[in-house]
Each structure stands twice: as C-alpha cells, then as structure tokens.
C-alpha cells in the first residue's frame, strides 16, 4: 500500500522560507517522477514542481528561481524548499508520485497515481 505523508506547512510572513516533506511508503521516491502540486480554494490544483528519476526537475513559471525540489533515498523523501514566498503562493500543498520514471513537463496532474493528504501553507503580508 502507497502512503504519502506531508509535512511543513505553516503560517509565514511574505518573503519567508519553508520546507515541505513527504515520506513515502510502499513506493520509492528516487524510482518514480515525484511532484509538487498545490491547490487553493475555487481554483484548479496546479503543478508546483517535478523531478525525474535522472535527477531533470521541471516547475511552473510562477515559483522558478524561488523553489527547489529534491530526493532524500535514505528516507525515502522528497522536499520542497520554498524561499521568498509570496502570498499567492498560500495554498494546501500535495506530494504525488507517478508510474512513470520521467516527468511530464506539462505538470499534468492526470499523470500522477499517488497523492498524499496535503500540507496547509498561509502566506501573509
């Protein structure tokens, strides 16, 4: 059974950092595209961040340059470090891993399986 446990989020004042982490279970983070996707209230959910099993990471437009995404193997994890965060970055985050050893860079959720509960980041200024 795949299991997908998020944790970090919190309340930070713009401009602050945070790191997002998920243990995986059932499924190992550096054998699959793992993903980042977030998903504020009336909106769609949005790919945030992937990277491949060869290390290629993919992000949306709006976090490149701010956001890094990255595999721990010994702990079967995959983080998400977010720096200047804005407040449009407030959303409940969620790992997800997908069949496939590539990623779409299309950040398509459709090509994702597993998903986690999700994490609640709030961003105020």
């Known amino acids: 059974q795949v299991q997908l446990l998020e944790s970090g989020g919190d309340s930070v004042q713009a401009g602050g950092s945070l790191r997002l982490s998920c243990v995986a279970s059932?499924?190992?983070?550096?054998?699959?595209?793992m993903a980042w996707f977030r998903q504020n209230a009336g909106r769609d959910r949005e790919g945030v961040a992937a990277?491949?099993?060869?290390?290629?990471?993919v992000f949306a437009d709006s976090v490149k340059g701010r956001f890094t995404i990255s595999t721990d193997n010994a702990n079967n994890t995959l983080y998400l470090e977010m720096m200047n965060l804005k407040d449009e970055d407030t959303a409940i985050y969620y790992c997800?891993?997908?069949?496939?050893?590539?990623?779409?860079?299309?950040?398509?959720?459709?090509?994702?399986?597993?998903w986690g509960q999700g994490t609640q980041v709030t961003v105020s200024s």
């Open positions: 059932g499924v190992t983070v550096i054998w699959r595209c």
């Open positions: 990277i491949a099993v060869n290390g290629d990471t």
């Open positions: 997800a891993a997908a069949r496939t050893s590539w990623c779409d860079e299309s950040l398509a959720s459709s090509g994702f399986t597993y």
